[in-house]
Structure formats: C-alpha cells, structure tokens
C-alpha cells in the first residue's frame, strides 16, 4: 500500500530570478559604447582615404604620382621660352679683340713706340695706337658687327651701313677730299678715301671694308705740314691703311 498522504498541504518554494547587478549592467553598456566608437572611427578612416586617394586623382596631390601630375600640369601651362634665332649660315658671330686684329711688328712699323687704347662689347671694338713723338702717326681699327633683331639680315644690315657710310665719306665738310673712290679686292666691297682735315696739320688715309656682316674701317695718319696732297703720301697712307684691313679680315675668318 501507499505512503498516506499528508493532511496539510505542500507549499513549493518560489524565488524569482535575481536581476543583474548594477556593475554587470554598466560593464554591457561600455563595450557596447566601445564597439560602436570603434566602428565610427573605422569608418571616418575608410572616408579619409577614399577622399585623399581621390584628391589626389584630380588635383595631383597627396601621393608621389599626383606630384607628378601636378609638375606635368605646371609644365603644360608654362609659357613657351623664346629661343634666339639662329644666325644665318656664313654670318660672323664674334669678334676678335680689338687690339689683336692687326700684328705687333706692323704696329711697331706704323706707328714707333705705340700706345694703345681700346674699347669693346660684343657688336663693336676700336683700337687706337698713338704716339706722342713729334711728327708721329696714329692708327685706328674700328670693327662692327650686325646681329640678326626681328628677323633682320645680318648682311644686308651690314650693306646698309656701309652704303651710309660712303654717302658720308662724300659729303664730309670738316675735311677736304682729295680722292675718294671703291676698292675691289677687298672683301665683299670697299672704298679708300685719302683726305686733309681742315682744322689742324693732319692727313688721313681710310680704307673701310664690308665683309659678310661686318664692317671694319682702318684709319692712317700722321702730321703734315700745310696742305699735304702730294702723291706720294697719298699712295703711302692708303697702302699702309689697305695691309692692316687685310691684316684684319684674316682675324675675322
């Protein structure tokens, strides 16, 4: 037989479940702040360098290829450098040295115990030799030089010039003319000019040259008492004169 059943009833003993501490609550709280945190800034990198990298696509500038990206733009904007015109071919380009156009012994022969000053740049140079004896000589080399501006000929430049210059070898009023007159021989043209200054006791023999783009003008003379036309000194200054132009186009070549 069975147990008999008690006469009072059972009472089962009920606990509801504990709630969660409070520290447990806020340790759940934090790592779910943390993780979200941890999320958005992941996510501002990731923007960051979708931005930069494409910054740097347009503009150039971020990564070492935009650098040179951007010194390519610069290149392609800068202006165009102007580049000098090449001289025509034949053309001179430089002259010689003023005082070494003409050798030392034909100086020491022209003009004894010379002294010599000159001036130069880079279209013009002068060499005067002189000597401050009594009845002394003086010697003096002019050279020019014409360089292509705007497309200019050189050579006809130079034409020009010596066209100018014979016209005013003509017309002169501080000297009186004894002979006048072109010169073939010598150069591409030329003329020899023997003449008297009128101011003081002097005579001249000039003999002026073109060659190519240049033009060189050698100037003999020395005192003579009076009127000095004679003959013979003419042909002696204008020989002398004419050796020392071609002393000098033999420097230029």
């Keep these: 037989m069975g147990l008999p059943r008690p006469s009072e009833p059972f ?3 009920y606990s509801p479940p504990e709630p969660p501490s409070t520290a447990t609550r806020r340790s759940a709280v934090v790592g779910i702040f943390t993780v979200v945190a941890a999320f958005a800034v992941a996510a501002s990198v990731v923007l960051v360098l979708l931005s930069g990298r494409g910054s740097g696509d347009r503009s150039g500038h971020g990564t070492g290829d935009g650098a040179t990206g951007a010194a390519r733009s610069s290149a392609r904007i800068a202006p ?3 580049v000098p015109p090449s001289p025509p071919a034949g053309t001179l380009t430089v002259l010689p040295a003023p005082c070494g156009m003409v050798a030392r012994p034909t100086v020491e022969r022209l003009v004894p115990r010379a ?3 000159q001036s130069a740049n880079s279209t013009l140079g002068t060499c005067t030799y002189a000597s401050a004896r009594a009845g002394s000589r003086w010697l003096r080399v002019e050279t020019r030089l014409f360089d292509p501006v705007d497309g ?3 050579v006809a430049a130079a034409s020009g010039f010596f066209a100018a210059q014979w016209t005013r070898a003509r017309n002169d009023p501080v000297v009186r003319t004894v002979s006048l007159e072109r010169q073939g021989g010598l150069g591409d043209e030329a003329y020899r000019w023997y003449k008297i200054d009128k101011g003081q006791p002097t005579v001249v023999g000039e003999v002026a040259v ?6 060189m003008t050698v100037s003999y003379s020395g005192e003579a008492p009076g009127a000095d036309d004679s003959p013979v000194n003419e042909r002696m200054y204008l020989t002398e004169a004419t050796g020392v132009v071609r002393e000098g186009l033999d420097a230029l070549e």
């Design 115 to 117: 002294r010599s000053e």
């Design 11 to 13: 009472h089962r003993v």
């Design 152 to 154: 200019t000929d050189p």
């Design 210 to 215: 073109r060659f190519r783009n240049a033009v």
């Design 80 to 82: 165009p450098r102007s």
